[in-house]
């Protein structure tokens, strides 16, 4: 039987009928643009995560560039990125006229490691971006301790982490900004691209609904040149009805990621970092494994989805040669690289399409399965 790497059909229906029954409201009003649709859902999310400011703009990397022009960086200024994952973060860094430093990751949960961000601190950065992988929370306490000590904003990437939470606290709500994406891969998903940013700060939130909206005051006048990155109408309605499921989606794949390890327990399969308190959420359920591009090629031979998710580190991707990184600068980043791959993990997932998957893998490296 086949089984998708995303299967987004299960949480797409669930909201269908009231999302629909939104939407002929939306057509019926004509307002798309930031209407009465977006600012309900700005206000809903914002209570959810518990911030006082959300400001909905087009895409998660759009709220990495406003939410670094919100903190004022620019030329001349530093900006900490993990060296593992996507490559938005280091992207909006260099948009914004600063420049990128990598930081190796930790070889357990794969998010920036405290200890070598504390060594790579100048007198010239400005900002440390963590960010939570794969729905796994960074260690987000020792990071912002870490940069208050040297007067360093942070900004947390929960675009793969919504929901997530360290105790009972959200996690997008340690620093002094947070951004969100709503694309079709992430928690709460979209149907095409979308964002956010997550803030307390007044001031920046006046300036970020500014930003987004080409720096324009409400009376219609520019005060300044921003960007054009608005969150549709459309889209928000439909994140306004996924989001009363998320928590329960994200703890089906919680649940999925136990019966995984399950699976995998004794064998060559290296499983993630698992915590029973939420702070993983399991956007994606990434192993580490050998021979990990030949496994690729048996899965997809079977109909089983996969996906390397990071091919390539970022410090040795094309667009960053310019900062100089050599092979070898950042050992765990490039070791995760040539191992990790992400199985199917969505909610609505059958017990019997896990097991398939988790079967087909130990039957690969010669395990024998139950």
Do not use: W
């Not at 030329?75 to 948009?95: H, K, L, M, Q, Y």
């Not at 700060?201 to 960007?227: C, Q, S, V």
Request: net charge negative; hydrophobic share 40%; glycine share 8%.
């Amino acid at each position: 039987m086949a089984v998708p790497f995303m299967d987004l059909s299960s949480s797409n229906d669930a909201v269908m009928d009231d999302f629909l029954q939104d939407l002929k409201e939306l057509f019926t009003t004509g307002q798309f643009v930031l209407g009465p649709a977006v600012q309900k859902f700005e206000d809903t999310f914002a209570k959810f995560i518990g911030v006082r400011h959300m400001i909905g703009v087009g895409s998660g990397t759009d709220a990495l560039v406003l939410a670094l022009r919100s903190l004022n960086v620019g030329a001349g200024d530093e900006v900490i990125c993990p060296a593992f994952g996507f490559s938005s973060p280091a992207e909006a860094v260099a948009r914004v006229g600063a420049t990128p430093v990598f930081v190796d990751v930790r070889p357990d949960s794969f998010t920036l490691d405290p200890d070598k961000t504390l060594a790579t601190i100048t007198q010239r950065t400005k900002a440390i971006i963590p960010v939570h992988l794969f729905g796994q929370a960074a260690e987000i306490e020792r990071i912002v301790t870490i940069a208050r000590t040297y007067s360093v904003s942070v900004v947390e990437d929960v675009r793969q982490a919504t929901g997530a939470r360290l105790g009972n606290r959200r996690i997008g709500t340690y620093g002094a900004a947070s951004v969100y994406s709503f694309h079709p891969n992430a928690p709460l998903s979209g149907a095409g691209d979308g964002g956010a940013i997550a803030m307390n700060d007044d001031d920046r939130a006046t300036l970020l609904r500014k930003l987004r909206d080409h720096g324009r005051l409400p009376g219609g006048e520019h005060e300044f040149i921003g960007y054009n990155t608005r969150l549709d109408s459309i889209q928000a309605a439909l994140l306004q009805q996924k989001l009363l499921d998320l928590d329960e989606n994200n703890m089906e794949c919680i649940e999925n990621a136990r019966l995984y390890n399950r699976k995998f327990m004794g064998s060559p399969v290296q499983v993630p970092y698992f915590t029973d308190n939420g702070d993983h959420v399991y956007n994606a359920y990434t192993i580490l494994v050998p021979d990990r591009d030949k496994l690729v090629e048996n899965l997809k031979e079977k109909g089983i989805g996969c996906s390397v998710l990071c091919p390539e580190p970022v410090h040795r991707q094309p667009a960053f040669q310019y900062l100089g990184y050599q092979e070898g600068a950042f050992p765990i980043a490039e070791d995760l690289c040539r191992r990790a791959v992400a199985l199917p993990i969505t909610p609505g997932l059958k017990k019997h399409h896990i097991e398939e998957v988790a079967d087909a893998i130990l039957s690969f490296y010669g395990v024998a399965t139950a």
